[in-house]
Structure formats: C-alpha cells, structure tokens
C-alpha cells in the first residue's frame, strides 16, 4: 500500500515537474504570437497615408488622392517626441514635395522699390508762342507742318497790313521834313519799331523808297513747331498766337506718384526708367519737384525729373517706366519679410514659424501686424522678433496640412482638433489691393517646366468662356455675369491637373485656389460692384495661369483701367486691342489702355 501510495506521489511529482519545464520553454509563445499580433494591428492600425504631390492630406487607410487622384503612400515615421498641440509636423520629404523654404527673420533698413509710370513732356520753360506783331492777312506761310524745326531769325510767313503801309507812307513823308521836324520823323521810325520790325528792316524800306506791302514774321527763337495755329489767307489781331514752339533740348520727365506711395518719395530721389522705343537702355535722373497737391480726377500727384535731351531721343508723349529704391527717412530699423511668406485674409495676417528638434521639424501659425509693402515684401509692426525662422514659401501647403489637421490656420485660427470646416466664404476676395495696383509686382516668375499640349487646349477653353464673363461685366448685367461665371467654373473643372507634374503641378493648384474663390463671389452675387471687385483678383491669379501654362496659339490682350476698383486700378483680358472697359460699361466704356500684348 505504502509502496503504491510512494508510486503515485513520485508520478505526481513528475507530471508537475514536465508541465513546469514545458511552461517555461513553450507556454509564453501562445501569448507572445497574441501580442504579436496585437503590435502588428495596431502598427497597421496607425499607419497614416498621405499624398507625394499634396503632402497636406493625411488619411488612416490607403486609397486615392481626394484632390488628384493620385495612390496615397505610406507616410514616414514621425517619432514618438512630444511637440506643440497647435504645431503641424512636416517631414522632410513632405517639405521638399510642397516646396517648402524658410529664412531668418531679421532688422533692416526699410527700402521700398516704387514702379512708377509717365511720359515725356516739354519743359515748360522752353514753350514760346509766336504772335504777330502786325495785323492784316497772311498772304504766305513758309512753315506748314508741325514738327518742323525752324531757327530764331527764320522767316515763318509773309503778311499784308494796310496799317503798315500807312505806317510807311507816313515815314516817307517824314523823311522829306526830318531837318525842320527831326521828331517827327524819330517818331515815324519808333512806329514802325513798336511792330518789332528791326532797324535794319526800317533802313531797307527807306532806301527802296517804296512801300512795302508784304511784310515777314521771323522766328522770335529756335524749336520744333509744336502747334500751327492759322493758315494762308487768315485775318489775324496784333498778339495773336500763330505758332507754338518749343526747344527739346531739355525735356521734363512727368511720374504719377499713387497716395500711397507719396510718404516714400522725396525730391532729390535717384530714379531708374526706360522708354519703350528705346529697348536696351535706361537712363537716370532725379526728383526736382513734387506736386504739393493730389490731382482730384486721376488721385496721383506729379513727380519731376529734367533731362538733358542730346539728339532729341526723348521726345514728348513717349511713354517710360521707372524704379526708385525710396526709403523713410525717420524710421529706424525693422522687421522685414518676403511677400510669400505673409498670408492675408482682409481682416488678419498670418505666418508659419519654424520649431526644429534632432527628430522633427513643425510649423505653428502666428498673427502679424503688417507695416507698409515694400514691394516683394512687407515691414511687420508687431508679432515677430529677431532670429525667428519662418516658412517663406509653401505657406499654403502648410496651412492646407493645418486646416486638415484640424489646427489653427489662416481660416479657422481657433481650431479644437476637430475636421475643420472646409466650405467657402462666399464674400472673401482673395488678393489685397495693394497688390492689385503694381503690374509689375503680379508678374510671375516663369519656371522651367514642360506643359503639355492638351492642358494648354484646357485652359484655352477655360479663356474662351471667360471673354464671355467679361462682356457681360462690359454690359453690367449681373445676371448675365453669374450665368457666365458658372460656364467658367465648369471650365476650370474640366482642367485635368493630373496633366500636370512636381512643380507645374503645385503652381496650378495655387492659382486654381484664388480663381475658384473669386469666382464663387461672382456667381453667388446680384449686385453687380461685388462681382466687379472680385473680378480684380480673378483676373490677376489668371494672368499668372496663362503667362506660365500658356495657350496653344493665339493674341490676348491684357489691358489696364487705373481708375477701376476705387482707383486702385484692375487688370482684364481681351481678345480685340480695343478698349471695352468691364469695371465702368457704359458709363466709362473706353478708360484704360493696353498693358500687354501676349502672343502664343
């Protein structure tokens, strides 16, 4: 019994012992494969998807591109390091797909490059009218053309004056009596000197001894013939203007200056310019005058330089462009940043600072004040300090990605973590006025890439509906303009921007931005002056879509109204040189110019 009990407690013992072993060698695998598992789920789980050409979009599954189409990837691990709640994280890829760059802020002398506009004129010291000193009848003309040059001295025209030949007849009478009446014949000499003839003149009729019935008017100086004012048989006064010359051996060079350009200018400024017809050279000069005052039609005021005209290059009414690196005086040093890297909404200006640790890179939106532009950038009054880096450009991607991530951006600056709201604000006109005004400064700048031919075909559809939003604004009916700004929707939504790649492909999306957002304004308004003020920005961002997307063939014409948008001036296209002007119809049909001529 004892020995069957001893069996059974020894069998015991070697069962617990094998379970013991076996546990320690095989039973951890079912709960580590468990977890395994587990770990490998959960990595799929949180695996985020992304797109190489919109880095902003961020999904938790694989799929398409909601902007392009185009399969999502897998994005790169971003670390476990904890970072700001209101910053967006971009990886360095992500950054380098955006185009994304930074730079220093830093203090500098506020130097604005002011583009001005205005034309040759002459000086209006060297303007003389020529009148007649005699009346009568101007029985000759030996100058018939304006632009004819004629030396003082010259004669200009032959004339009869029965005063004159009085006038004669009684210093011949004189004559005969000057040696009892000496006074009377001076004073018969000095009558005929009040008429401005010369004493030669007077001595040459005395020796003829007859009376001279044609007299000739010489030129009182020397110019090109400006203005002719009477022609052969005409009866004129004493007084009375004939010609009109002027010397153009100096000339004036007359600048429109904007109000607010007017706190930069200075006399004694250096200006830059060029003259159209004089492709390859520039020329210099400086402010001599200011106008004290603002014209009340055009709201600009004259800005002078005096040029010396050697070879009467620059002649009045050319047409010249100019540049003065103007700056303000009384103000010290200041913060100044790129144009890019300012993102404006109308009531608020924002920028992206960078934060850089060893694992990552954020972006976090701040708020500025903005100063005055300085052309390519703007002087920032209150919210950036010395040495902060910040995005300067790809700062829409960044907000894109923010906007996305639920996080403060430019539109939705109180974000909570939840899906922004993506809709439109219908009222919002993307572009300021400032930008507006300079033609110059809406120039982009053309990269270096291949567009293909049938997204050319696109956009010159997208053209050809356009001119018809633009008649209709040339009409003012409003209705019309919203009816049209639809068929130009349509247009821009049968783009395929999938044509396009990399860089092409960011820039388009860029301008489609503004575009879709001021035509939203175009086509959800009645009244005719909202349409018309987004049509100034519509119209830019389209500038800039054609100048560096092209159209297959064709002339476009981009004209110019300085007087549009509260004298901000406004830009449209036109298919025909002639001016029909879309922000006044008929009240101002013909005001503008052409600013460009595009040949494709």
Same mark, same amino acid.
């Given at each position: ?16 012992? /094998?379970?013991?072993?076996? /546990? ?38 694989? /799929? ?19 970072? #700001? ?67 003082? /001295? ?92 002027? #010397? ?87 913060? &100044? ?61 960044? #907000? ?29 006109? &993307? ?19 291949? &567009? ?43 783009? #395929? ?58 002339? &476009? ?44």
């Amino acid at each position: 019994m004892n020995t069957k009990r001893n069996i059974l407690i020894i069998a015991l013992a070697a069962l617990a012992a /094998g379970l013991l072993l076996g /546990g320690l060698f095989f039973g951890g695998s079912g709960d580590q494969s468990k977890h395994d598992h587990q770990h490998d789920a959960s990595a799929e789980e949180a695996t985020t998807w992304t797109c190489s050409m919109h880095p902003q979009i961020r999904q938790n599954e694989s /799929g398409d591109c909601p902007i392009c189409g185009m399969d999502l990837i897998p994005l790169e691990d971003e670390g476990e390091e904890q970072m #700001d709640p209101e910053a967006i994280r971009m990886s360095e890829t992500a950054m380098q797909l955006a185009d994304v760059s930074t730079a220093k802020v830093e203090h500098r002398k506020p130097v604005k490059q002011v583009r001005l506009n205005g034309k040759v004129q002459t000086d209006e010291r060297l303007v003389h009218s020529q009148s007649s000193h005699i009346p009568g009848r101007i029985e000759k003309l030996a100058v018939n053309f304006r632009g004819d040059y004629v030396q003082k /001295g010259q004669t200009l025209a032959y004339i009869y004056s029965p005063r004159l030949v009085t006038a004669q007849e009684e210093l011949f009478e004189a004559r005969k009596i000057r040696e009892t009446q000496p006074k009377m014949f001076r004073a018969a000499k000095d009558k005929m000197k009040n008429w401005k003839l010369t004493e030669k003149q007077i001595e040459q009729i005395l020796q003829n001894g007859k009376v001279q019935e044609r007299f000739p008017i010489l030129a009182d100086v020397s110019g090109y013939v400006m203005e002719k004012n009477v022609n052969m048989g005409d009866y004129i006064k004493q007084g009375e203007t004939l010609f009109t010359l002027a #010397d153009i051996s100096r000339v004036w060079i007359l600048f429109d200056v904007y109000e607010s350009d007017m706190p930069w200018m200075h006399k004694g400024d250096r200006v830059s310019f060029t003259v159209s017809s004089l492709p390859g050279e520039e020329f210099t000069g400086t402010i001599s005058y200011i106008d004290p005052v603002i014209n009340p039609r055009t709201r600009v005021a004259k800005a002078r330089l005096e040029m010396k005209n050697t070879g009467s290059r620059l002649k009045p009414e050319m047409f010249v462009s100019g540049t003065v690196q103007a700056t303000l005086t009384n103000r010290p040093e200041t913060v &100044v940043v790129p144009k890019s890297a300012v993102m404006w909404t109308g009531r608020r200006s924002v920028v992206y600072i960078k934060k850089e640790t060893e694992n990552s890179v954020s972006f976090r939106m701040r708020e500025v004040t903005l100063g005055p532009a300085l052309g390519d950038s703007y002087i920032i009054e209150q919210g950036l300090e010395e040495d902060e880096e910040i995005a300067v450009h790809g700062t829409f991607s960044i #907000d894109a990605a923010a906007q996305l991530a639920g996080k403060p951006s430019m539109m939705n600056p109180t974000a909570n973590g939840e899906k922004p709201n993506t809709g439109h604000d219908h009222g919002r006109v &993307v572009k300021s006025t400032e930008d507006m005004k300079d033609h110059a400064d809406h120039e982009p700048v053309k990269k270096d890439f291949e &567009v293909p031919s049938e997204f050319k075909k696109q956009l010159e559809h997208v053209y050809d509906v356009y001119i018809g939003m633009k008649d209709a604004f040339v009409a003012s009916d409003a209705q019309a303009v919203a009816n049209q700004g639809r068929a130009v929707e349509k247009a821009l939504a049968g783009v #395929d921007m999938k044509l396009l790649e990399g860089e092409a492909h960011m820039e388009w999306m860029d301008y489609l931005e503004t575009l879709k957002n001021n035509l939203e304004t175009i086509v959800s308004s009645e009244d005719i002056d909202k349409q018309r003020e987004a049509f100034a920005p519509f119209n830019l961002a389209f500038y800039k879509s054609l100048k560096q997307f092209g159209l297959p063939e064709g002339t &476009v014409y981009y004209q110019y109204c300085p007087m549009a948008v509260g004298d901000d001036g406004a830009y449209w296209f036109s298919s025909q040189e002639e001016i029909r002007n879309p922000y006044f119809g008929d009240a101002m049909l013909k005001c503008g110019e052409v600013s460009e001529t595009i040949d494709y």
